[in-house]
């Protein structure tokens, strides 16, 4: 029979972290949303009724890494060192990329992707309205790729 590390008897467990060593860790998640050329062009021009896309995106991003204990489950609460969030706006796309620092136990990959997430929900929902078709429905907004680019783990030096 397998055995779990987060679940025993049909009882969930946070893994033991205590044993491990404090090291620097730091990791980058990137994703993109599919947006119409109009959209795109809105951003660009801040012209997005609900105001500033980007910024609103960036700051959504970087609650979202500081809450990720509160989403999954089995996450630790850990020091966050660092996020930074970049976004490349393409001709029919917005790329975000998150990057997570820590000097901890256990790394950063979740809260990397949560901001990437958030960061690319909260785009939707600030230009959600030029989006919609005369159905109601998003045929060209697509949330895609979302995935871990780098993780690096280094032992500190004395200081």
Not at 10 to 27: C, E, F, G, P, Q
Not at 59 to 71: D, H, Q
Not at 95 to 102: D, I, K, L, P, Y
Not at 117 to 143: C, F, H, Q, R
Request: charged letters at 25%; hydrophobic letters at 40%; proline letters at 3%.
């Amino acid at each position: 029979m397998q055995e779990f590390s987060h679940i025993k008897d049909d009882r969930a467990y946070m893994v033991d972290i205590s044993n491990k060593d404090i090291v620097s860790r730091r990791a980058t998640a990137s994703g993109s949303i599919s947006l119409t050329g109009p959209t795109i062009e809105s951003i660009r021009g801040g012209n997005v009724k609900k105001g500033n896309v980007l910024a609103t995106a960036r700051t959504a991003a970087i609650l979202a890494v500081k809450r990720v204990p509160e989403m999954i489950p089995m996450c630790h609460q850990i020091p966050i060192t660092s996020v930074d969030v970049e976004f490349e706006v393409g001709d029919t796309d917005v790329t975000a990329s998150v990057e997570v620092r820590s000097v901890g136990k256990t790394g950063v990959e979740m809260e990397a992707l949560t901001g990437v997430s958030v960061a690319l929900l909260t785009i939707w929902d600030m230009v959600k309205s030029a989006e919609k078709d005369d159905t109601g429905n998003y045929p060209s907004t697509a949330i895609k790729d979302i995935h871990v680019v780098k993780k690096v783990k280094e032992q500190l030096t004395n200081q």
